[in-house]
C-alpha cells in the first residue's frame, strides 16, 4: 500500500515535467511565460499550494491585452477539465479562486462570461472523481464542491453587481448602506435570495477525515472563510435595510422575506460546527438575522409545503379573479391556507 502514493508522485512529477516541455515547444512565445506559470501553480503535488510568484505571474496578465487575459482564462479552463488529478483540479479552483478575489477587472469579466459563446459551465464538476488514493478520493469531494461554490460565488457577484470579496470591489459600508437603500424591495429580496444561496453552499462543505490538515483543504478554508465574513456582512446591511422597510412589505413580500431568513437561520447550525467560521461579528449577524425574522412572522409560517401552499393559493387567486371580478380580494378579507400550520392573513 505505500508504494501507491510514491509511485504515484513519481508519475505526477513526470507529467508535470512533459506538460512543461511540450509547452515550451508548442506554445505561443508571447504567452510562453503564463502557460508555465498555470502548469507550475497547478502541479500533481497534494501537499503544496500554487506558488505566489506563479500566481503573480498569472494575475499579471489581468493588466495586458485582452488578447493574452482571453488566453489565460482557457489555458486554466482547459487544464481545469482535462486533469483527471484531484490536486491539479482543486489548485485550478484556487487559481480561479484568487482571479475573483484579486484578478483585475478584465481578468475577472473575462473569467465570469466564459465561454463568451455559451455552451458548457466550465466550472460544473459533479462527475469528478480521482480513485487513485483515499487522499485523492476524498479531494476529490473537495473539488465538486468547490467548483460548485466559486459557480454560486460567481452567481451571487452578478446578482450583487460587484465580486464579492474582492479587493478591486471593496467599498465603505456607508456607501454600500446608501446603494442597498435606493433598491426596490424586490431587488433587496433577490439580493438577500442569492447571497444565502451562497451561504448555503458553505454550509455543505465536506468533513472528510483523510483531508484534515491538508495545506490544499486548508487554502481553500482560508478564501472560503473570508467570503463567509464578507457575504455575511452584506446579509446584515440588507436585514437592516429591511427593519426600516417592515412597514411597507407587501404581505406576499413579508412571506418571501420570512422564507429566506429562516434558509439562512438553518445554515448557522451546521456553520456552528466549522471552527473557522466562528466569529463574534458573525455572531452579532445572526442575531440580527433571529430577531428581523421574529418580527416578520411566527415560526408556524415556514416550511417547504407551507411556501408552496402559499404561492398556490397566490396563482389560484389571480386565476380566479380573472374571470371572476366578484371574487377578487378587498382590504379587510382574510386567506385561509390549506396547510394547518398557517394562520389567517389580513389584506
Known amino acids: 500500500m505505500g508504494r501507491i502514493p510514491i509511485l504515484r508522485d513519481f508519475i505526477g512529477i513526470i507529467k508535470d515535467k512533459a506538460s512543461q516541455s511540450k509547452a515550451a515547444l508548442l506554445s505561443d512565445p508571447k504567452t510562453l511565460s503564463l502557460h508555465l506559470a498555470l502548469l507550475r501553480a497547478t502541479t500533481h503535488d497534494p501537499f503544496t499550494r500554487p506558488g505566489p510568484r506563479h500566481l503573480a505571474t498569472l494575475l499579471a496578465s489581468g493588466h495586458t491585452s485582452r488578447a493574452t487575459v482571453s488566453t489565460a482564462i482557457e489555458v486554466l479552463m482547459d487544464r481545469l477539465q482535462t486533469t483527471r488529478d484531484a490536486s491539479v483540479a482543486i489548485k485550478c479552483l484556487i487559481t480561479v479562486h484568487h482571479i475573483i478575489k484579486r484578478g483585475s477587472f478584465i481578468l475577472q469579466d473575462r473569467l465570469s462570461v466564459y465561454p463568451s459563446n455559451g455552451g458548457r459551465n466550465y466550472l460544473k464538476l459533479s462527475n469528478f472523481r480521482d480513485k487513485t488514493t483515499l487522499l485523492t478520493w476524498e479531494l476529490s469531494y473537495w473539488v465538486r464542491w468547490y467548483a460548485l461554490y466559486l459557480e454560486n460565488l460567481l452567481q451571487t457577484s452578478r446578482v450583487l453587481g460587484f465580486f464579492l470579496s474582492s479587493a ?24 438577500i435570495n442569492s447571497l444565502g444561496n451562497l451561504i448555503e453552499q458553505i454550509s455543505r462543505m465536506p468533513n472528510s ?3 484534515n490538515g491538508n495545506i490544499l483543504v486548508d487554502e481553500v478554508l482560508g478564501m472560503v472563510g473570508e467570503d463567509y465574513l464578507a457575504s455575511t456582512n452584506e446579509v446584515s446591511i440588507r436585514v437592516s435595510e429591511f427593519k426600516e422597510r417592515l412597514s411597507c412589505l407587501s404581505v406576499f413580500e413579508s412571506v418571501e422575506l420570512g422564507f429566506a431568513l429562516k434558509r439562512l437561520e438553518d445554515c448557522k447550525e451546521r456553520l456552528s460546527a466549522l471552527g473557522q467560521m466562528r466569529n463574534v461579528l458573525v455572531e452579532t449577524v445572526w442575531g440580527s438575522i433571529s430577531e428581523m425574522k421574529d418580527q416578520v412572522g411566527n415560526d408556524e409560517l415556514y416550511g417547504e409545503e407551507g411556501r408552496l401552499m402559499t404561492m398556490e393559493s397566490s396563482k389560484n387567486k389571480v386565476s380566479e379573479s380573472s374571470r371572476y ?21 389580513q389584506y
Not at 478591486?168 to 439580493?191: A, G, I, M, W
Not at 371580478?325 to 392573513?345: N, T
Request: glycine fraction near 6%.
Open 325 to 345: 371580478g366578484e371574487r377578487v380580494l378587498k382590504l379587510g378579507d382574510s386567506v385561509d391556507f390549506f396547510s394547518g400550520r398557517f394562520s389567517k392573513l
Open 209 to 211: 477525515l483523510h483531508t
Open 168 to 191: 478591486s470591489s471593496s467599498v465603505d459600508n456607508n456607501e454600500e448602506e446608501e446603494k442597498v437603500s435606493s433598491l426596490t424591495n424586490s431587488q433587496l429580496l433577490k439580493e
